[in-house]
């Protein structure tokens, strides 16, 4: 009897997981960034005028004395479960995840006019998604991901420094027009 | 079993395996002019879904790797993307300020027939392993 019931509960148990549809895990939303134009305009040195912080973005200008330094870089980090455990692993046929991506973005802005540095930041994000038999996310959509989020970041940091950046282009160009006075 | 069935078995398995295997030089790098970029998408052997080859296409090209060989893309410089598909499909976007590039093609388990993934690598680790794993795609 004992056995008959452990059998009995161990199919149930097997039909019961069979059961269950795991969906991929989606990130929650990262909350919402301050896209602000900055105190500012700058002209972009170095990076992608395609691939910048909104904030960055809405501070172009080619005149400015002020530069932007922009850079992004992307690792990657994929988990595959084995195809023959895939394969006889009943909770696969279900929705169980069979692997993984994981993307970190890294991303640095400084802020320079002359040889003076106005502000330097780093963000980094991590944006992971499991997959399964039957649904998967591209590369791309998650490159893309981290890509914003680690925009969301540098654009977060900017307003939160928009008060010390805006008195330091201040400072800046007073000593400026003192020295051009001076001459 | 006698001797005469023995060596007919290894020799069909040998033959099958060999079928399974991309034949052809070792890697070499290629030397492109300043408007091109290259894109080497490699498959490490893998016996699982060895005689699935999906199509890979970057930018205007495509090619069907098989386990064991890379392929060299040369596309115009600038933003790319790669796509691999079966009844899944993988995608990459190559950044425009790379000039070499490395992907690396898997194929996991699907449901009716295995699903590729095209994963983007790191220069220093899909250089030593490109060399170890992979000849150029007849």
């Not at chain 1, 690792?75 to 970190?104: F, I, K």
């Not at chain 1, 959509?141 to 307003?159: G, I, M, S």
């Not at chain 2, 052809?24 to 408007?35: K, Q, V």
Request: aromatic content about 8%; charged content about 20%.
């Amino acid at each position: 009897m004992k056995r008959g019931f452990i059998l009995a509960a161990f199919l149930a148990a097997t039909a019961a997981f069979g059961c269950v549809v795991v969906q991929p895990t989606i990130a929650p939303p990262a909350p919402e960034a301050h896209a602000a134009p900055l105190p500012f305009k700058g002209r972009l040195a170095d990076g992608d005028p395609a691939q910048l912080p909104p904030s960055v973005a809405m501070s172009l200008s080619d005149t400015s004395p002020v530069s932007f330094l922009y850079r992004e870089e992307l690792t990657h980090e994929d988990r595959h479960s084995s195809m023959a455990g895939s394969a006889l692993n009943p909770l696969t046929y279900a929705g169980y995840p069979t692997g993984e991506y994981t993307v970190t973005a890294f991303a640095s802005l400084s802020i320079v006019e002359g040889d003076k540095v106005l502000g330097d930041y780093t963000a980094q994000a991590h944006v992971s998604e499991s997959y399964n038999l039957y649904a998967e996310p591209t590369h791309k959509e998650l490159d893309e991901a981290a890509r914003a989020a680690a925009r969301r970041q540098v654009d977060q940091y900017l307003y939160n420094d928009r008060d010390r950046l805006a008195q330091q282009f201040a400072n800046s160009a007073q000593t400026a027009t003192g020295a051009a006075a001076g001459k | 079993m006698n001797g005469r069935t023995a060596t007919m078995l290894l020799l069909a398995a040998s033959a099958l395996a060999g079928g399974c295997t991309a034949q052809g030089s070792h890697f070499e790098r290629i030397y492109t002019p300043p408007d091109k970029s290259v894109i080497y998408v490699y498959r490490p052997y893998s016996y699982a879904g060895s005689l699935i080859r999906p199509a890979v296409t970057c930018g205007d090209e495509t090619a069907q790797i098989a386990p064991g060989a890379y392929h060299a893309f040369i596309v115009p410089a600038g933003s790319v993307t790669c796509t691999a598909a079966t009844h899944t499909t993988d995608e990459v976007e190559v950044p425009p300020q790379s000039r070499i590039y490395y992907i690396k093609e898997e194929i996991g388990w699907g449901l009716l027939i295995g699903n590729p993934h095209l994963e983007p690598m790191d220069t220093d680790e899909a250089q030593t392993e490109i060399r170890k794993c992979c000849v150029e795609q007849p």
